[in-house]
């Protein structure tokens, strides 16, 4: 079955940087699409990053474009986001998702304050 898991959320100070990594499994996923989304207490859920399957395009939220870079690594079936110039507005929950289907992992949670 569809296996996605997150990792390498945590608390960090504003303007910090931080990677998360999305191991996926149970599908061949140099075919699909991966995104990233995010939900802040409160707030519905928001895209965050998307890249194609080969990796060769991107796009982003306009609220993160600059800061974070999505990427993927198809032999090790991994999308990591890399978060630089972190906000407290980047607080939330993240979450990878395989763009097609209803496929979610379980979360990592990143808090940026002081």
């Known amino acids: 079955q569809v296996q996605l898991v997150e990792s390498g959320g945590g608390l960090v100070q504003p303007g910090g940087s931080l990677r998360l990594s999305c191991a996926a499994s149970?599908?061949?996923?140099?075919?699909?699409?991966m995104t990233w989304y995010r939900q802040a207490p409160g707030k519905e859920r928001e895209l965050v990053a998307r890249?194609?399957?080969?990796?060769?395009?991107?796009n982003y939220a306009d609220s993160v474009k600059g800061r974070f870079t999505i990427s993927r690594d198809n032999a090790k079936n991994t999308v990591y986001l890399q978060m630089n110039s972190l906000k407290p507005e980047d607080t939330a929950k993240y979450y990878c998702?395989?763009?097609?289907?209803?496929?979610w992992g379980q979360g990592t949670q990143v808090t940026v304050s002081l």
């Open positions: 998702k395989r763009a097609d289907g209803n496929y």
């Open positions: 149970g599908f061949t996923f140099r075919y699909y699409v």
């Open positions: 890249i194609a399957s080969t990796g060769t395009v991107t």
